[in-house]
């Protein structure tokens, strides 16, 4: 799940980069992006899918795919842009997270969203995905438990 600060909430902001941002398209999936004010410069994610894209359990796989995949380019994005995602298409046209990130990446390079290269290269298709919204924090050992007597 995209972290809340993350996320373009509020239907008005919804509404005005659907209306206003600049629309990148390749296959199934559609990026309307639009520069925001906020400070300090962040991104601000969401992912649309109508009910042309299927049931709810189809809308739900495909939404979950493309976040995961923007997750992956999210620390690659310049920031400072409301990008939503719209799904167009089914399972049929984006059946995989690969098939994701490749269509993402495309839209990405088309919009000139890839920012200067902050010592990791963008993740290729297939890759996975290493980076997200918050920073990976591991469970704690087994053996590092107290046990009691």
Known sequence: MIARSYRLREEGDVRRVRSRGKAFA?????ARVLPNTLEPAQNRYT???GKKCGKAVQRNR????TREALRGFHPHLKPGHDIAIVV?????????LT???????????????FGPANGTPVPA???AV???WRPLTAPPELGDREESS
């Not at 495909?62 to 795919?65: D, E, N, Q, V």
């Not at 167009?88 to 995989?96: A, I, M, Y």
Request: net charge positive; no cysteine.
């Open 130 to 132: 290493v980076s997200g």
């Open 26 to 30: 390749h296959g199934p999936l559609v």
């Open 125 to 127: 298709p297939g890759d």
């Open 62 to 65: 495909l939404k979950r795919l």
């Open 47 to 49: 992912v649309i899918a």
């Open 88 to 96: 167009r298409g089914d399972l049929t046209e984006l059946p995989s």
């Open 99 to 113: 098939e994701a990130q490749a269509t993402l990446q495309r839209i990405f390079t088309k919009a000139a969203l």
